[in-house]
């Protein structure tokens, strides 16, 4: 709302005619441009189609009064300067008036002195109230804008941190030629059957990060364990065992990653409830978790290993079709073994053109 708008309108409401024209002229005089109307109606059409900065009321007049009308003004022009004109006998209108917004009111018969006054008071009363309005908003629209930035830095900060630890797991996977690429295809396959599954598009998103993340906490397994050729003592299995819980307590400072942190936590449970680290038991465990746990094992046969040919996809589903209702939810198996077929179908249709 601009505080200076040109020429200062002000729109005298009298029914009586001698008193609207003494008015216009004393108020042309004073360098204001001046409109008149002889009721209210009258006052409020003119209120609607043309900017109104000022206002003189009469408080008693035919059809509408004064007192009716300052409502309906207020809701056309909430920052008029508006003066009530009053008889002596009717202050409590006034009064009234006032309390509905008007800033002041004048006795009649008018002193002109006094009604110079009052208007350039009212007036300077408007601005100071409309730089204060605007001085709000100004501050309202900053801290807004802060605000904005504000998110948009910490999600820059999110997006580095879970950036930074991706590239940590990739560096730890590029050293053992079978785990190359791991999480990796963990993440993305995950992120099939989670939508195969129906979930949101950003529990799909979450389910890809926690695959993408989910052995960070390899980082504190010792490396001779890590690269150990053959089967592990008991000893050095419950150690490894450890990488899930080390990996959600590296992530736990990153509360933004939310549920992420617990299906990393939990995707070595199993289904029956004989999994790790806390013997969580079927919906017990976070469904993200489910999946990427079954995704794990079917892409650790289709991957080859020191101890392990390459098993063809469709094979490695039906192997793992025996681990349903004992490791693996049969909710998540049906929906990896439809996103698999889907994808030979892919595979077959690219042979076909090839
Ligand atoms: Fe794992």
Redesign the pocket.
Known sequence: MPLTDGPVTLLVVDDEEPIRNALRKFLTQQGYEVVTAAGGEEALEILQRQRITGMLLDVNMPGITGVELVPQIMEIEPAIALLMLTAVNDATSAALCMQRGAFDYLIKPIDLGHLGRAIHQALRRRHTQLEGQQINQWLKDEVAARVAERRLEQANQERISVATLEALVNALEAKDPFLRGHSARVADLSAMVAAQIGASDEQIEAVRTGGRL??I??IGIREEILNKQGPLTPEEFEHVKQ??TV?SQILAPLVHLGEVIGFVRS??ERWDGTGYPDRLRGEAIPLGARI??AV?IYDALTTARPYQDRMPPEHAVERIRDMVGTVIDPEVHRALESVVSQRQALVFLDDVRV
């Open positions: 989910h052995d906490g390899k990488h899930v990996g995707h070595h990427i746990g794990e």
